[in-house]
Nanobody, 120 residues
Framework: QVQLVESGGGSVQAGGSLRLSCKAS?????MAWFRQAPGKEREPIAR????????NYYGSLKGRFTISQDNAKTTVSLQMNSLKPEDTAMYYC????????????????WGQGTQVTVSS
């Protein structure tokens, strides 16, 4: 069982930046970031495959959000720039021992989430 711990959330004004980190207690094949705004479904943001660093982003977020991993491949970061009020959400880290589209499967691991609030 892999434990995921997110950090780096907080409050920022529109146009600002935040960097989220997710530290895993062990290596996994795939790590991803999701977010869930109040009243909305959880949506993917970005994922990275540990073996080759291949990344993928959801929708138009790639221009403002960047996912990366450390050399140990146990910590994944999400750099968020030019933040907007609509980015306000709980941000979750997910991981999987299998390589899947958004690191999702019945056996996926999830962190507790970190809140990001962007004010106008």
């Amino acid at each position: 069982q892999v434990q995921l711990v997110e950090s780096g959330g907080g409050s920022v004004q529109a146009g600002g930046s935040l960097r989220l980190s997710c530290k895993a207690s062990g290596r996994t094949a795939c790590m991803a970031w999701f977010r869930q705004a109040p009243g909305k479904e959880r949506e993917p943001i970005a994922r990275i495959y540990a073996s080759n660093g291949l990344t993928n982003y959801y929708g138009s977020l790639k221009g403002r959000f960047t996912i990366s991993q450390d050399n140990a491949k146990t910590t994944v970061s999400l750099q968020m720039n030019s933040l907007k009020p609509e980015d306000t959400a709980m941000y979750y880290c997910a991981a999987n021992d299998r390589v899947t589209g958004w690191c999702q499967s019945e056996s996926a691991y999830w962190g507790q989430g970190t809140q990001v609030t962007v004010s106008s």
